[in-house]
């Protein structure tokens, strides 16, 4: 069973352009990637400038982008990161967030995401304030699906570490206090985890009160040290028995977003193959349909390189006999890869702690 299948553009660093974002969605589409949140992490009038308006160029592209995934079949959908208003829940803010909500409805906006990710939240009663927040928004926006990503979105205790200790029972709390119609997302056992298992899920279904809508934190490449590293192998670690243990996964995708596509079909062909996917198979047929036969190749002789060893440990000499074997293809894959090489995707601590 296939659960509702999407992307979730919610990476650090340098944002996708608008052909690059509408391309990808395009490409995902007839492989039954059926939504598409838009949340870059770039976008300060999502995140830390979120009581801002957008200015009207930039409202306009997200409603151009909305009606083509209408146009393709996708649900269009935003990820709100309305910045640590857990803290400060106003008047003035609910104010703030009620003009927000109307912007995006009048956008297209059909699925909507509240993410609680990547701030703040030792407080004690944390659930109950997030989910005060969650029920005013549940009035007011016109998305058909709300979604809400948790401070604690996964057991890794880096979170902890991050951004203050989880108060005890804090899903428990947030998923008992939330109607059972709001998806709640997960990431795993870890922020980027590399296995699921439908015992596992089953658990955190049982904790979240509902099926837990997965935040797959596969191929995104967007730290410090991921992002010198191309994430391009196919998914592993997601049997196709999880997807009826799922209310729905979405994939946060890398950096590059045409090389992005390729480990996301191969996503699709775990689903649609269970017991008979094999990822080097599914690989080779996913690059083959993105890059074409040539390139395809390439990447499969550079995977070492591109996605182990990374920029780190590729010498001058070998970088330029990498740029020089992509630079004889014109495709967006292969200036892809070039621009990774000469450092155009880098993420700092900076990205990190200022977006």
């Known amino acids: 069973m296939t659960p ?11 944002p996708y352009g608008w052909a690059e974002r509408t391309a990808l969605m395009r490409l995902l589409a007839p492989h039954g990637f059926g939504f598409y949140l838009y949340a870059p992490k770039a976008d300060a009038y999502l995140r830390r400038r979120w009581r801002e308006a957008h200015p009207p160029e930039e409202m306009a592209q ?17 990820g709100l990161s309305p910045f640590e208003l857990h803290f400060d829940f106003t008047p003035e803010a609910r104010t703030a967030l009620t003009h927000k909500l109307a912007a995006l409805g009048a956008a297209g ?21 997030q989910a005060e927040i969650v029920d005013f928004v549940a009035e007011r926006t016109r998305a058909r ?66 099926k837990p809508f997965l935040w797959d934190n596969y191929p995104v490449n967007d730290g410090p040290r991921m992002s010198r590293h191309l994430h391009l192998r196919a998914f592993t670690g997601r049997p196709a028995a999880i997807g009826g243990h799922l209310a729905g996964h979405a994939v946060n995708p890398a950096s590059q977003a045409t090389l992005s596509a390729i480990p996301m079909l191969t996503l699709a062909a775990s689903y649609a193959q269970g017991p008979a996917y094999a990822y080097a198979e599914a690989f080779g047929e996913a690059a083959r349909q993105v890059c074409g036969p040539e390139l395809a190749a ?11 060893a990374g920029l ?35 993420v700092t601590g900076e990205d990190i702690q200022t977006q």
């Open 145 to 210: 699906r709300l979604i809400v990503c948790p401070s604690y979105y996964a057991d890794d205790p880096v979170l902890d570490r991050a951004f203050g200790q989880r108060p005890t029972g804090y899903l428990e709390d947030l998923g008992a206090a939330l109607d059972p119609a709001i998806d709640l997302m997960w990431t795993g056992e870890e922020v980027c985890s590399l296995e699921f298992s439908p015992g596992r899920l089953d658990r955190v279904a049982q904790a979240m009160g509902r």
């Open 109 to 129: 906006c059909e699925w909507l995401a509240i993410l609680f990710d990547d701030m703040r939240g030792d407080l004690t009663d944390l659930a109950h304030r």
């Open 62 to 78: 997200i409603t151009a982008f909305a009606e083509a995934c209408r146009r393709e079949g996708v649900s269009f959908g935003v």
């Open 4 to 14: 509702p299948l999407g992307t979730i553009e919610g990476f650090f660093g340098r």
């Open 312 to 346: 780190g440990d590729l010498s001058e000499a070998r970088r330029a006999r990498l740029r020089d074997r992509y630079a004889a293809f014109d495709h967006p894959a292969a200036h892809e890869v070039l621009g990774w090489l000469d450092g155009a995707y880098a």
């Open 298 to 308: 390439r990447l499969t002789a550079d995977l070492g390189a591109l996605q182990d």
